[in-house]
């Protein structure tokens, strides 16, 4: 082997050995680039699967609140509609009251809400038709005890569904049933209330 040779063998050698030490450098660089992004994906990973089960459980959470206030607002609508059928009722029992009981209530409402004041007392249609004959008497003995207390029986009906109402000049007192139950509704709800869901 020439000198020429052995300095080209040398220069080969050398490449090799400095080829295979940046190669080896390089695998060591690349192992550590990938050790270092394989732990910053698990670390993602950790990050992102903690945030979907906080968002799972925080929408779990909300679909849960959602759906007690849901099935209170059907309780609390179911309630007031079995009250509200109720109080109809009540007032539809009212109306379809034997003659004679039926007036006697319409009498005691008129002893309530009557003036000490002449007027006129309107009835519906319906109720026109089924006065007891000696109402007039009923309504002067029913008012005998309230000085200046007169009501004449109108002709003129009012469209009503049971009940009355009185006119003392421009002023009318709407004592229908319709109209009393609306008024006493609150309190009439709150009595039903007391008596089917306590």
């Given at each position: 082997?020439t000198?020429l040779?052995?300095?080209l063998?040398?220069i080969?050698?050398?490449?090799v050995?400095?080829?295979n030490?940046?190669?080896?450098?390089a695998?060591k660089?690349a192992?550590e680039?990938l050790?270092?992004a394989?732990?910053?994906g698990?670390?993602?990973?950790?990050?992102?699967?903690?945030?979907?089960?906080?968002?799972?459980?925080?929408?779990?959470?909300r679909?849960e609140s959602?759906?007690?206030?849901?099935?209170?607002?059907?309780?609390?609508?179911?309630k007031?509609?079995?009250?509200g059928?109720?109080?109809?009722?009540?007032?539809?029992?009212?109306i379809?009251l034997?003659?004679?009981?039926?007036?006697n209530?319409?009498?005691?409402?008129?002893k309530k809400?009557?003036?000490?004041?002449?007027?006129?007392i309107?009835?519906?249609?319906?109720?026109?038709?089924?006065?007891p004959?000696?109402?007039?008497?009923?309504?002067?003995?029913c008012?005998?005890?309230?000085?200046?207390?007169?009501l004449?029986l109108?002709?003129?009906t009012?469209?009503?569904?049971?009940g009355?109402v009185?006119?003392?000049?421009?002023?009318?007192?709407?004592?229908?049933?319709?109209?009393?139950f609306?008024?006493?509704?609150e309190?009439?709800?709150?009595?039903v209330?007391?008596i089917?869901f306590?």
């Open positions: 082997m000198g040779e052995k300095i063998k040398q080969e050698e050398d490449a050995s400095a080829a030490k940046v190669l080896a450098e695998n660089k192992s680039i050790a270092e394989q732990a910053e698990e670390k993602k990973c950790a990050e992102i699967a903690e945030r979907s089960k906080l968002e799972v459980q925080s929408c779990l959470s679909a959602a759906a007690k206030l849901h099935e209170k607002k059907l309780i609390l609508s179911t007031q509609e079995i009250i059928s109720i109080i109809e009722k009540a007032k539809d029992t009212l379809k034997p003659e004679k009981e039926y007036f209530i319409i009498l005691k409402m008129v809400y009557a003036l000490a004041q002449t007027g006129q309107h009835f519906s249609t319906a109720d026109n038709k089924r006065l004959e000696d109402l007039v008497q009923s309504l002067e003995n008012l005998k005890d309230m000085d200046g207390a007169v004449t109108s002709e003129d009012r469209n009503i569904d049971g009355f009185l006119v003392y000049g421009d002023v009318e007192i709407n004592c229908s049933f319709n109209a009393l609306a008024s006493a509704r309190s009439l709800q709150d009595k209330c007391e089917l306590a």
